[in-house]
């Protein structure tokens, strides 16, 4: 069964301290990994997409790292800010023939970010 | 629009009674998909359409839920009957992609909040 599991449930850090969150999959076969974060009462917004042959990807202070072998990916977040604070959903795409690539979300990892 | 448009954004509904939430995807966008967000977890896929053809309703809970997109815009999700456990927030997401592939973005919009009591 295609299942995306991430971790810690949740996590509490200092402004400014850095975080690293976890994302292993079983999606198969795979076609792209996204992180997306989801701000309480808010839509999911896209912070970064990862194909196959990609290994690493940033968008500011947002690196994600992709190992396609071991099926895990990770999100870093430096310098962390309290707007930051939010759940953070790792989502992968399953490629399926003649059809949609149909994507499975994780759980999300809830983050709070603390003066 | 300049994003995805949901409406209500909060609806309280009497067990048993029947609900529609509309979704105005951004102008343009081919492919649009529903999800129900239960509190604390990922979205759950509920159905799919490209254009105005549903392509894959599977993750439909039960034969209650019914969605459609008749003129390949606005999307409207109904859900008659409604049950307790059918409180969530539902999502509508769109992309600009045809089917076949989805590496490009897909916006969300900031969902309708059911609670049926």
């Known amino acids: 069964k295609n299942q995306v599991e991430q971790s810690p449930q949740s996590l509490i850090i200092l402004e400014g301290k850095n975080c690293t969150l976890q994302?292993?999959?079983?999606?198969?076969?795979?076609?792209?990994l996204r992180w997306y974060k989801q701000d309480t009462g808010r839509g999911p917004v896209s912070l970064t997409i990862?194909?196959?042959?990609?290994n690493t990807k940033s968008n500011g202070r947002y690196t994600a790292t992709l190992d396609a072998d071991t099926k895990q990916s990770s999100l870093h977040i430096t310098a962390s800010q309290l707007s930051d604070s939010a759940s953070y959903i790792c989502?992968?795409?399953?490629?399926?023939?003649?059809?949609?690539?149909?994507?499975?979300f994780g759980a999300g990892t809830r983050l709070a970010v603390h003066p | 629009g300049a994003g995805v448009s949901q409406s209500p954004r909060y609806k309280v509904a009497k067990r048993g009674q029947d609900v529609a939430l509309r979704c105005d995807p951004i102008?343009?966008?081919?492919?649009l998909f529903w999800y129900q967000q239960a509190l604390g977890q990922g979205p759950e896929f509920l159905t799919y359409?490209?254009?105005?053809?549903?392509?894959?309703k599977s993750g439909l809970p039960s034969d209650r839920f019914f969605a459609e997109r008749p003129e390949g815009s606005v999307s409207t999700l109904k859900i008659q009957r409604t049950q307790q456990e059918d409180s969530a927030v539902y999502l509508c997401?769109?992309?600009?992609?045809?089917?076949?592939?989805?590496?490009?973005?897909?916006?969300f919009g900031e969902g309708s909040r059911l609670t049926v009591l």
């Open positions: 997401a769109s992309s600009p992609l045809n089917v076949g592939t989805m590496s490009g973005e897909l916006f």
């Open positions: 994302c292993n999959y079983t999606v198969s076969p795979f076609s792209n």
């Open positions: 990862m194909t196959f042959s990609e």
């Open positions: 989502v992968v795409s399953a490629r399926r023939n003649g059809g949609y690539n149909k994507l499975i």
């Open positions: 102008s343009g966008h081919v492919s």
């Open positions: 359409f490209q254009n105005e053809a549903q392509l894959d």
